[in-house]
């Protein structure tokens, strides 16, 4: 049978049970203790004191209820290094928005670096009570101190210090929003009391580490410790976890309660969470109700309402405005536009001493702010009840027109960089508060934001804008009205600009018929329809058409403009182009001429139009064999290009291509061939691969190759360029006809080299 061994208990024990889940942090001290009670064996009793094996005399720390601290290591080493640099009373405030987890830095310093306190940690929550008061229940409670009661409350506390427990001390003033309140309790010059402060306000020259949201793989990483039990849900949703993170701007808060929510929620997908955040925003119940155990007992909407209540009622308006714009950096020029009536310098007040002091706003660059995602949810929460809210909507959709208005249909980079920061807020008006535009200003937004990536040759960003444009001006100004010819026009002219002809010439020809019906005959818009549409046949060959429509542009600029007019200039220069690709030279070179002096007298000597008429002219003398003079003006073109443009354009690409073109027909090869290669690159980079243009180039660098005598290469690039064009640009196109020539000689002159 098998044995069954006696487990006998201790011979003696009366031992109290332990409440402790888990014990932890004392382990050397067990051993410790453990070995005096061993090393005596003379004497049958030996007496210990434990509390002094304690590292810590006395503290209060209050429990943490982080699941993982995450993303904040540096910043423990940094707050320990601000604490222990002064020799006198060292403070250290952790600054920074609601949520974004200073108590629970404060806390994890406090456990972290317990052992350098031996004379005890005194946390003080001094949003519950006078820190005084707290101070000196503290003494008489952990160290039996008993002020005299005869005594004023300062003299109570300062009695405490006075006779407080050996050694470095940490005090912990948390959730300051009155530095003065508290001041007058601090201890006295010594260097083993250090105070450690949480606030969201800045402290003047006290010592201060100012804590921002975490990083997005510490978010990311803060969300997947949460949600422990099921981690697959981050990795099967990878994506959408990144989105959730970002939208909620990566506050430790709103990423804490967020992952508690989903860890109760076990068959809640992070896509459903994000769509309810983004339905419900700040009242969405996973922000709004934290948990028992976490170390912040407040909603995200309820932490901000705390710095809300200190803000005076211009400080709230001006909130409120700065959310009404862009989840993007605000420059501030365009704050100030927007509240015309009130000083510039009170603003800028507003802004120092209560936004940017409660940290509901950062500065990112000089003259440049920012609200966090979630502040901004918070003030469009807000925004909801105040008084000038459709007013202040209004002023915003004002400013960003007018802004929106001085961008030119061809930006130098110079404007390109002047207006980047405002491309968003102008977005912004257009998406979500067009309906506060009149009716005179409607297109304005789309425009600006078109022109400014169209400008830069982005045209797949440009067209959105266009489409968008033509859609809301039909729907709310109906389908026959002038503007919506105007959002034809830029759309069709859009087209043309990617290759999508057919596209364009349907959308020409209803602005052209528009603009007959509800313009008169003799108006300059009308002739811009000709002019484009003319321009469109041009691109597809079609010569014939496009003639008369060019003659019949020019005339009517002439007549109902001044003849010194940039459009005048246009007419002059498109006609030649025409007349050039017919190989009527003779007729047009002096419109080409007429052109550059039009815009050089217009426009200045440094204007992207003047660029285009030097590349065309020099184009011209390229093709009468007039080497010498076309060579310094395609330098010209491309130098000033380059200036405007900047290094990544399509008309830049177009002027490394002709003037690679102008070596090649000189047999300069070695100069030709990077020249070359750098324009199909950048070309296929802003363009794609399918476009009319690739081809060309494509072309170019293939005639050049077979002139090498690299004929496998050419071959595979002459065959690409015949494939576009086919697909493009229709087998009866010329420019598809001439490539099906330069194949056809290439192939028969090297079968006749073979």
Known sequence: MAQIASVEPSHYENISLSGVKKFFGQEDELQTLHQVLQQNDSIDTTYIEIASLQTTCYQNIPLSGVVKF???????????????????????????????????????????????????????????????????????????????????LLAQVQYCFSRWCDGDVLLVLDDVTDYQQVYIYLPPSSSRFKVLITTRQHLGRIAQLSLDVLQPEVGLELLKSLLKETPERIERELTVANQLAGWL???????????????????????????????????????????????????????????????????????????????????????????????????????????????????????????????REFFQYKLTGLEQAEELKR????????????????????????????????????????????????????????????????????????????????????????????????????????????????????????????????????????????????????????????????????????????????????????????????????????????????????????ATSLNNLALLYQSQGRYSEAEPLYIQALALRRKLLGEEHPDVATSLNNLAYLYYSQDRYSQAEPLYIQALALRRKLLGEEHPVIAASLNNLAGLYESQGRYSEAETLYLQALEIYEQRLGKNHPQTIAIKENLTSFLENRNLSN
């Open 395 to 610: 002023s915003l959709c004002r400013v960003m027109v007018a802004v929106a208005k001085e961008i030119p249909q061809t930006p130098t980079l110079e404007e390109i960089t002047a207006v980047s920061p405002a491309i968003p807020h102008i977005a912004e008006v257009a998406n979500r508060l067009i309906e506060y535009v009149s009716d005179d200003d409607l297109i304005w937004t789309f425009i600006g934001n078109a022109s400014f990536y169209n400008g830069q040759g982005l045209y797949d960003k440009a067209a959105p804008w266009f489409e968008q444009c033509l859609e809301v001006t039909k729907k709310r100004l109906g389908k026959e009205h002038p503007v919506v010819a105007n959002s034809l026009n830029n759309l069709a002219l859009l087209y043309k600009s990617q290759g999508r002809y057919s596209e364009a010439e349907s959308l020409n020809i209803q602005a052209l018929a528009l603009r007959r019906k509800v313009l008169p005959e003799e108006h300059p818009v009308v002739a811009n329809s000709l002019n484009n549409l003319a321009l469109l046949y041009k691109s597809q060959g079609r010569y014939s058409e496009a003639e008369p429509l060019y003659i019949q542009a020019l005339a009517l600029r002439r007549k109902v403009l001044p003849e010194e007019h940039p459009a005048v200039a246009t007419s002059l220069n498109n006609l030649a182009g025409l007349y050039y690709s017919q190989g009527r030279y003779s007729e047009a070179e002096p419109l080409y001429i007429q052109a550059l002096a039009l815009r050089h007298k217009l426009l200045g000597e440094e204007h992207p139009d003047v």
């Open 70 to 152: 995450v993303g904040r290591e540096k910043e423990l080493q940094t707050l320990h290094q601000i604490l222990q640099q002064n020799d006198r009373v060292a403070i250290a405030a952790i600054a920074g928005m609601g949520g974004v987890g200073k108590t629970e830095l404060a806390l994890q310093y406090a456990i972290t670096y317990r052992e350098t306190y031996n004379g005890g940690i005194c946390w003080l929550f001094v949003r519950v009570g006078d820190v005084g008061i707290q101070i000196v229940q503290f003494a008489r409670t952990h160290f039996d101190v008993n002020p005299p009661e005869d005594l004023d």
């Open 249 to 375: 701007g990566y506050l430790p808060l709103a990423l804490e309660l967020v992952g508690r929510y989903l860890a109760r929620k076990q068959d809640l997908t992070l896509a459903e969470m994000l769509r309810r955040l983004q339905k419900k925003r700040l009242e969405q119940a996973a922000l709004a109700e934290p948990e028992a155990d976490m170390t912040s007992q407040r909603g995200t909407l309820e932490a901000f309402e705390l710095s809300w209540q200190e803000l005076a009622d211009a400080d709230k308006q001006l909130g409120c405005l700065l959310s009404i714009f862009a989840a993007a950096p605000i420059p501030w020029y365009l704050v100030e536009q927007c509240l015309p009536e009130k000083d510039e310098e009170e603003i800028e007040e507003i802004r120092d001493d209560k936004l940017l002091n409660l940290h509901l706003l950062q500065r990112k660059a000089e003259g440049i702010y920012q609200l966090h995602p979630l502040v």
